[in-house]
């Protein structure tokens, strides 16, 4: 399953990301390439970080969904 | 009709129903439906598609226009992925118009060669960035095979 919407990386332990998504919705999520700091928007697929979403795309992002 | 190319279609437009999903235009058990057929290769009869799919069947019949090929041929859908879907992606086309480029970024159909294969997942090489890739649509692809890439997923083998 596709979290079709950007997630904030609030905590990376080891290879392990934190995300948090809107009504405070956490998910874990691995990191198995590219680099990622706390404080990221990316997207999560099948509990895999596939991309960062720049920061400044991310309300473009939720708007197109809305 | 080719039941080829009933199950190719689905394949490579999958990866952009979580989106569909997101945006309210299918409910969680029409994605469920779809994801059963691509993991199981179930037929997803044309009108279904068709519904769900709108501007991905709009953009191939404006491309058939243009080659006077069959809708309906596998080949066309490969056609249309692999040569047409990124240019009209580049043309902001109907609602890519309003889509962020990340978002247009995951969008587009690529080729990519596949580096290493985990139990997860693959990891392909698109120019020179690496990305994790579903192998769940393309189970059986090997370090070395080049595959099409939509979204977080590998959707079929290449030659």
């Known amino acids: 399953m596709c979290l079709a919407i950007p997630g904030q990386i609030t905590k990376i332990k080891t290879c392990q990301a934190t995300v948090k998504y809107p009504q405070n919705d956490i998910k874990q999520a691995k990191i198995i390439t590219g680099s990622y700091k706390t404080g990221d928007y990316v997207i999560?697929?099948?509990?895999l970080v596939i991309e960062k979403v720049p920061k400044k795309q991310v309300e473009m992002w939720n708007k197109f969904i809305q | 009709m080719s039941q080829q190319a009933q199950l190719l279609f689905l394949k490579y437009a999958f990866p952009c129903a979580g989106i569909?999903?997101?945006?309210?235009?299918?409910?969680?058990?029409?994605?469920?439906k779809l994801e059963r057929a691509v993991k199981k290769n179930q037929l997803i009869d044309w009108q279904t598609l068709q519904k769900i799919f709108a501007p991905a069947f709009r953009r191939?019949?404006?491309?058939?226009?243009?080659?006077?090929?069959?809708?309906?041929?596998?080949q066309t859908i490969r056609d249309y992925y692999?040569?047409?879907?990124?240019?009209?992606?580049?043309?902001?086309?109907?609602?890519y118009k309003y889509a962020p480029p990340a978002l247009k970024q995951l969008c587009r159909v690529e080729r990519a060669k596949i580096i290493d294969v985990q139990s997860d997942c693959y990891i392909v090489k698109i120019g020179q960035k690496l990305r994790p890739v579903s192998?769940?649509?393309?189970?059986?692809?090997?370090?070395?095979?080049?595959?099409?890439?939509?979204?977080?997923y590998a959707v079929e083998k290449l030659k």
């Open chain 2, 135 to 152: 192998k769940m649509i393309c189970l059986n692809a090997k370090v070395g095979d080049w595959v099409s890439v939509h979204y977080g």
């Open chain 2, 20 to 32: 569909t999903l997101a945006r309210g235009h299918i409910c969680q058990k029409e994605y469920d």
């Open chain 2, 60 to 74: 191939i019949k404006k491309m058939s226009c243009l080659t006077g090929q069959n809708i309906f041929d596998a």
């Open chain 2, 82 to 95: 692999l040569k047409y879907h990124n240019k009209f992606i580049d043309e902001n086309e109907g609602s």
């Open chain 1, 44 to 47: 999560v697929q099948a509990g």
